[in-house]
């Protein structure tokens, strides 16, 4: 229900993803974060940012399991998976100049850190290569890049 929610309902049709975010939604924590996920998603794509059409690396559930447990540097930089330019340079111009988004992604990233940190104790491989691949994981790997988080 996590990851199918950390992709947001597609469209008005998609009953399954509805279902899920009602499901996830009765938890406080979690609520937070999808708020704050919905909220990074918006101001992208203000400026045309769609996190998912940018190309992503293949998951490392090995990596991400290293910056859960709070490993930083070269081990977990595949967390960062995301390496479009344009995308990197829009999001860096928006950390730099606009504090609404900037505010924004860092309670998002802080947020999806701590879900994320209890979703790995129990998830497999598949599990994190899935949620790694959602809207909101794809935002997240373009923040840590940028955030330094990984470093």
């Known amino acids: 229900t996590l990851v199918r ?3 947001f309902p597609r469209d008005a049709e998609d009953a399954q993803g509805f279902e899920a975010l009602r499901a996830v ?3 406080p924590g979690l609520a937070q974060m999808l708020q704050a996920a919905e909220d990074v998603l918006n101001l992208l794509s203000q400026e045309a940012v769609y996190v998912d059409e ?3 690396d ?3 559930p090995a990596a991400w399991r290293r910056f859960v447990a709070g490993t930083r540097g070269a081990e977990v930089a595949a967390v960062g998976g995301i390496h479009d330019q344009r995308a990197l340079e829009l999001t860096r111009g ?3 100049s606009d504090t609404i988004f900037r505010d924004t992604a860092l309670f ?3 947020r999806f850190d701590a879900v994320l940190g209890e979703f790995a ?3 497999d491989d598949t599990g994190l ?3 790694a691949g959602t809207r909101s994981g794809r935002a997240f790997m373009l923040l840590v890049r940028l955030s330094g988080s990984l470093d």
């Open 5 to 7: 929610e950390l992709d």
């Open 25 to 27: 939604l009765r938890h």
């Open 54 to 56: 940018l190309p992503m």
């Open 58 to 60: 293949p998951v490392d």
């Open 94 to 96: 928006l950390m730099q």
């Open 108 to 110: 998002f990233q802080r």
């Open 121 to 123: 104790a129990d998830a």
């Open 129 to 131: 290569t899935e949620l």
